[in-house]
């Protein structure tokens, strides 16, 4: 007479519980996926969960499965609620459904769970307005890493009148960990403040060039709307460019005082805390 098979090891169990969770469809058919089949029988399903009282071991694991893809999408409206807003709930519901079927939840955190959702925006046929999403998205995903950056100490304004004078072109800013800079081709700044505000009037869904640096200061994210010109600077700065190069490069694009300029504008975002500090090539 064959022994028994042995009960699952936790492993096991664990793999066949999530294959079961996260199966798209129903509770039954994610018992009897083939993912879930490898790792228990569905005949032995019993020996891994017990029923109840008044819930059979399919119930059971049902329940989990049930709330498994409401988790999912309250978890990624948390990060994604503009993109949330314009899609509407059916049509977020359903994209995050197919979106947790490509990238399940593979942590103990839901933090990382919409790491990918932007890209995987743009190669979702069937969304509304996807150029626009996917650039929104892109937008609540800077917000997100900003947030979740560690902490930097913020380099004080001050210090910029003791560089001297000849050491300027070697200088060499240091961005802060939570900043992000991004360019879109539509005005997601403005329609991301709408959804903040609560205002139904929400701006027109246009093509329109748009720059926009996201950082964090003093433990809230910031959003500041920027000029190509400034983009361009600020974007040399923050990748290492020594600030003698940055300037040359920036200024055949300004007309009048380049130089003023763009010390304002490097004035400004070191006193809004964008960078931790200079170094002197």
């Known amino acids: 007479m064959p022994s028994p098979r042995p009960e699952p090891d936790l492993a096991r169990l664990q793999r066949w519980m999530q ?14 996926s083939a993912p879930a089949r490898r790792e228990l029988d569905p005949e032995r399903i019993g020996s891994a ?7 059979t071991s399919a119930e059971r694991i049902g329940v989990y499965h049930g709330m498994y893809l409401l988790r999912m999408t309250e978890a990624l409206e948390n990060d994604y609620p503009a993109v949330a807003h314009f899609l509407g709930g059916d049509a977020f519901h359903d994209l995050v459904a197919a979106y947790v079927q490509e990238h399940p939840s593979t942590t103990y955190t839901l933090n990382r769970l919409g790491d990918r959702f932007p890209e995987f925006i743009r190669g979702s046929k069937g969304v509304r307005k996807r150029g626009f999403v996917f650039d929104l998205a892109r937008l609540e995903r800077a917000v ?15 210090e910029i009148a003791r560089i001297p004078e000849a050491d300027w072109p070697r200088v060499v800013l240091r961005p ?24 139904h009037d929400h701006p027109e869904v246009r093509r329109q060039p748009t720059w926009i640096a996201v950082y964090r200061k003093r433990y809230e994210v910031w ?9 361009a600077f600020l974007r040399a700065l923050a990748r290492g460019r020594p600030f003698g190069r ?13 130089g003023g300029q763009l010390f304002r504008w490097l004035r400004d975002w070191v ?9 002197v090539e």
């Open 19 to 32: 294959a079961v969770v996260v199966h798209p469809g129903t509770v039954d058919e994610g018992i009897g």
């Open 49 to 55: 969960i017990l029923p109840s009282k008044t819930l």
């Open 144 to 158: 997100t890493e900003a947030f979740d950056a560690p902490e930097s100490a913020m380099w004080p304004a001050e």
């Open 176 to 199: 802060i960990a939570a900043f992000r800079l991004a360019s879109f081709g539509y005005p997601v700044n403005a329609y991301f403040q709408s959804v903040k505000e609560d205002d």
């Open 223 to 231: 959003r500041l709307d920027l000029s190509r010109p400034a983009h």
């Open 246 to 258: 940055a300037v040359a490069e920036s200024a055949r694009s300004l007309q009048g005082d380049a």
């Open 271 to 279: 006193a809004e805390g964008m960078f931790q500090g200079v170094e």
